[in-house]
């Protein structure tokens, strides 16, 4: 099972990774470059004027204008949460976006989406949390995926069942029972290996 990493960087600056996150650091005179290959993380920026911080994902880079903000690294997009202060959102064809507390946003290949506010919780995770609101139950279930042993399956018939809640990332035994308490859904466990989600 997968497991959250917690690492000060030589600069000083905090990086919490969610399990399941690959990254690579490239820290020069010029600049602090973090490139995020998948996953999620939250960094927590070290002031250093002469260097910028920029984590670069598959759509774009996100330069640090502040302290801290959530990058992560979705199928076709990077979702950007601003947690403190802001950050320059860009493209590789110039496209920016200039985020401050607060403000979300996704970056796609050709545009630069902004989000509803409210987005902070999406970093709970680096707390243990997990923390839905109104998702489908299959993004609930992909966000445990890093945290458990063995395959869950998620049946077509509930995959889209709304959710909301905070459930903890470190007990998934424990989420699974409280979805099982209060969706209409039938969590069997065959062995440690695999887990199906069906209709009852």
């Known amino acids: 099972t997968g497991e959250r990493r917690r690492l000060t960087l030589a600069d000083g600056s905090r990086l919490t990774l969610n399990a399941d996150t690959a990254v690579d650091l490239d820290f020069s005179s010029e600049r602090r470059l973090l490139r995020l290959y998948r996953g999620a993380l939250v960094v927590q920026v070290a002031a250093d004027p002469a260097r910028p911080f920029i984590v670069r994902s598959a759509q774009g880079d996100v330069r640090a204008l502040g302290t801290s903000f959530l990058v992560e690294q979705l199928a076709d997009s990077t979702r950007v949460v ?25 970056l796609h290949a050709s545009r630069i989406e902004a989000l509803p506010a409210g987005q902070a919780y999406r970093a709970d995770w680096a707390d243990g949390r997990l923390s839905v609101l109104d998702e489908p139950l299959s993004t609930l279930i992909d966000a445990l995926r890093p945290y ?19 459930f903890p990332l470190d007990d998934s035994e424990r989420t699974l029972a409280a979805l099982a308490e209060t969706l209409p859904i039938r969590v069997r466990h065959y062995g440690p290996w695999l887990t199906l989600i069906d209709a009852p």
């Open 148 to 166: 458990r042993s063995g395959y869950i399956r998620v049946s077509p018939q509930v995959r889209d069942l709304r959710v909301q809640g905070v």
């Open 82 to 106: 601003v947690l403190e202060h802001a950050v320059r959102a860009s493209l590789p064809d110039g496209q920016t976006s200039e985020l401050t507390q607060g403000q979300a946003a996704l």
